[in-house]
């Protein structure tokens, strides 16, 4: 079975900042990779599909990146509303795993 | 506006069945891929099952293989999610997601969930 692993598991930061979060696959899973927010009490949210497509209607300040076995999510500039935690996820035709997750809170 | 709206969860004792179930709409519900994803008091999220858009390819957790059970009924927009044989370590939020029209997408529409606690 593929795991993910993301790093940190806990990011501080402040308004304004950029910040990397990243996540290692324990194979090769080509760009088969999302990345999606989670607030407290909220279902996650889709950010990024196939490691660097957009999804509709995410600002445009996130970004995803890498492919085999790297990955990584950018925030270019932290707004309030991002303090969340983030996870990435693989999936493929059978299966789907996630990583443990990055929160992201306030410095 | 794509909308899933979980039901279902409710208190168990260990060993108990239940059956979630899942309503959609705002899309073609029989043209999509759907899953079940599960997150644990405090803890992150762990893929449960999915199943095609015909009904007839399912795959499980290896957690869950044997126990759970995905299905679907095109005719009228629902998902379920028969649990047997329930354990402690089962109790979570239960939420459903959309998929693709292929199976290799991401989930891009989620449920708000439904808690199921196993408990004696």
């Known amino acids: 079975d593929i795991q993910m692993t993301q790093s940190p598991s806990t990011l501080s930061a402040s308004v304004g900042d950029r910040v990397t979060i990243t996540c290692r696959a324990s194979?090769?899973?080509?760009?088969?990779l999302a990345w999606y927010q989670q607030k407290p009490r909220k279902a996650p949210k889709l950010l990024i599909y196939?490691?660097?497509s957009l999804e509709s209607g995410v600002p445009s300040r996130f970004s995803g990146s890498g492919s085999g076995t790297e990955f990584t999510l950018t925030i270019s500039s932290l707004q309030p509303d991002d303090f969340a935690t983030y996870y990435c996820?693989?999936?493929?035709?059978?299966?789907?795993?996630f990583g443990q997750g990055t929160r992201l809170e306030i410095k | 506006e794509v909308q899933l709206v979980e039901s279902g969860g409710v208190v168990v004792q260990p060993g108990g069945s239940l059956r979630l179930s899942c309503a959609a709409s705002?899309?073609?519900?029989?043209?999509?891929?759907m899953h079940w994803v599960r997150q644990a008091p405090g803890k992150g999220l762990e893929w449960v099952s999915l199943?095609?858009?015909?009904?007839?390819?399912?795959y499980y957790a290896d957690s869950v293989k044997g126990r759970f059970t995905i299905s679907r009924d095109n005719s009228k927009n629902s998902l379920y999610l028969q649990m047997n044989s329930l354990r402690t370590e089962d109790t979570a939020l239960y939420y459903c997601?959309?998929?693709?029209?292929?199976?290799?997408?991401?989930?891009?529409?989620w449920g708000q969930g439904t808690l199921v606690t196993v408990s004696s």
């Open positions: 997601a959309k998929g693709g029209i292929t199976m290799l997408v991401a989930l891009d529409s």
């Open positions: 199943i095609s858009w015909d009904g007839d390819t399912t």
């Open positions: 196939k490691a660097s």
């Open positions: 705002g899309f073609t519900f029989n043209d999509y891929t």
């Open positions: 194979q090769s899973i080509s760009t088969w």
């Open positions: 996820q693989h999936y493929n035709t059978f299966s789907i795993t």
